[in-house]
């Protein structure tokens, strides 16, 4: 009777297992099947016409890509600054209960009032107008718990005997963190860092408000200039433009090439973690 | 109670407690600890586990700063200096004062650098000298015909022996005096329980070493004298051979012939 069970039990969760997998696979495969057909070099390497009925989709590749660099730039420093100081430096008490509580509430709060909150603070008050600055800032923020969270629990898996012999030997706090803990925890923090900005690098509506163009007849000069971007054009593509039925290869390519951004960017996050196990492994 | 007559008259003292309590939050681990330490000898401390040796151990270097909400009062000299007096250089403190953990610690960085991670934080640039020091501590620490082919090797790849040997290694590339060990061979196999014990014999020429152990057997073998430490009391301090044959405390008889603990 007993084994019946167990059996039941590992047939249904395996089934419910497949069935995420089929999920998954049913859209990569919808997705790849309709899109590979827009898929060319002008595709790529030009610019959109006819509102992006025909053409290419380069400047929103573009525009995308900097708004993940930009969102890097900015998170990454910040987030693996906070983590060091909530997993070294600060004590374990209430404020730091508090400072925790409002991670995880930042890490809940919808895209859209991410947006808003970008298109009021960094738009309007800043007064960056809709830039790829204020884009990536508001990316920022949203991304910020993950960093957090993913920097916090790499610094701490790194075992105690690492830290008690290096303060041991007359290691200051710092020098401890600088020589025998960020090194290890480092591939980590990145891996993490990565997955979330990932994430971030699809998001429609925080860019939304803050950077994103329907069109723009040129690349962007400066961090002040506002871009296309992917995620944003498609929202266009699909829902927003007048020949939306009969440009559905248009939409597919372009969702394909988002996919294929995310996608890479989760493979360097692997390539990188595999790099540093192979190095430091204890 | 320090208890001047059980060393010969002129014994140089390394280090020397006078009344030290040791709190973890409102918990009194250590109660009045009154203690001399010898230099250039082993001194073991003994006692059942929680009874306060290890945190006692862990004073000397003022490892137990790390703890939160943990406090002293009382005073430790070492080499005449009060080492929890307002303004100490903890860096200094822990260059003379070297410690070896229960469980092996290496990084997982080559041998090499392992022991020349002490010289290179306190500014040692010279790779000649590095170089130097390195083979002179593993010398010392009884393990460089081991692992001379190999310096350039993760120490993770070590045995667990080899590894607590590398340990001491480093700990000794600082340049300490003073020693402090925390059960050091207590994970590890009979016979690489002997090298360190060996190796405890070698160093204790040049260096005044504290031994934490719960194997009296241990205490027996490689101390000169030994303390028995009780619910966070000093319970009796005194010769070896003395304490393990004639001790003239009740419960230090009752530990040592196994009653308890």
């Known amino acids: 009777m007993n084994n019946t069970a167990d059996k039941f039990i ?13 999920v998954i696979g049913y859209i990569l495969f919808d997705i790849i099947k309709n899109g ?28 995308t890509f900097y708004l993940v660099v930009g969102t890097i730039a900015i998170c990454l420093p910040l987030g693996i600054g906070g983590a060091i100081y909530l997993a070294e430096y600060a004590d374990q008490g209430k404020f730091n209960s508090l400072i925790r509580l409002a991670i995880i509430t930042l890490a809940g709060v919808p895209s859209i009032v991410f947006g808003l909150f970008g298109l009021g603070i960094f738009v309007l008050f800043c007064g960056f107008g809709p830039s790829i600055m204020a884009g990536s800032l508001t990316l920022a923020c949203m991304v910020l718990p993950t960093i957090i969270v993913a920097s916090e629990e790499s610094l701490r898996a790194v075992p105690k005997g690492f830290r008690d012999a290096s303060l041991a030997l007359g290691a200051t706090k710092w020098e401890m963190i600088r020589t025998n803990i960020l090194p290890y925890s480092l591939s980590g923090m990145i891996t993490g860092s990565i997955l979330g900005i990932g994430r971030a690098a699809g998001e429609t509506a925080p860019i939304l408000l ?73 | 109670m320090v208890e001047h007559s059980i060393y010969p008259k002129d014994m140089e003292m390394v280090i020397t407690t006078n009344q030290v309590n040791f709190y973890y939050g409102p918990t009194q681990a250590l109660f009045d600890i009154s203690l001399l330490i010898p230099a250039k000898h082993v001194t073991a401390l003994i006692g059942p586990s929680g009874c306060g040796k290890s ?13 939160p909400h943990s406090r002293v009062i009382g005073n430790i000299f070492i080499n005449q200096k009060n080492i929890y007096a307002p303004g100490t250089d903890v860096v200094e403190l822990r260059k003379e004062v070297g410690m070896v953990f229960q469980k092996s610690n290496p990084f997982p960085k080559s041998i090499f650098d392992n022991v020349a991670y002490g010289p290179r934080i306190h500014g040692e640039k010279d790779h000649n000298r ?32 080899q590894q607590q040997r590398l340990c001491i290694a480093r700990a000794l590339a600082v340049g300490p005096k003073i020693l402090l060990m925390d059960e050091p061979a207590s994970a590890l196999d009979p016979k690489s329980t002997t090298r360190i014990e060996d190796l405890i014999g070698e160093l204790r020429n040049n260096y005044t070493i504290v031994i934490v152990t719960h194997n009296m057997q241990q205490a027996a073998r490689v101390s000169d004298y030994t303390a028995f430490f009780y619910e966070g009391q000093l319970i009796e301090c005194d010769a070896t051979p003395k304490i393990f044959t004639n001790p003239r405390q009740k419960q230090t008889e009752d530990y040592i012939t196994g009653r308890f603990g």
């Open chain 2, 130 to 161: 590095l170089t130097e020091i390195v083979e002179q501590s593993l010398q010392q620490a009884a393990i460089w015909d081991e692992v001379k082919d190999r310096l350039h090797a993760n120490a993770m790849g070590l045995s667990g022996g």
């Open chain 1, 36 to 63: 590979i057909s827009a898929l060319n070099w002008q595709f790529v390497s030009t610019f959109p016409r006819r509102s992006g009925a025909e053409g290419g989709i380069f400047p929103a590749i573009v525009g």
């Open chain 1, 210 to 282: 803050t950077v994103a163009a329907f069109y723009l007849p040129r690349l962007p000069k400066s961090v002040f200039d506002q871009v296309m971007a992917l995620p944003y054009h498609l929202y266009i593509l699909a829902t927003q433009h007048p020949e939306a039925d009969r440009i559905r290869n248009m939409q597919y390519g372009t969702a394909l090439i988002l996919l294929l951004l995310v996608l890479g960017l989760s493979l360097g996050a692997i390539l990188i973690r595999t790099h540093f196990r192979k190095k430091f492994r204890w």
């Open chain 1, 10 to 22: 590992t047939l249904s969760l395996r089934l419910i297992t497949y069935a995420i997998v089929v």
């Open chain 2, 55 to 67: 945190t006692f151990l862990r004073c000397l270097n003022r490892m137990n700063d790390t703890i």
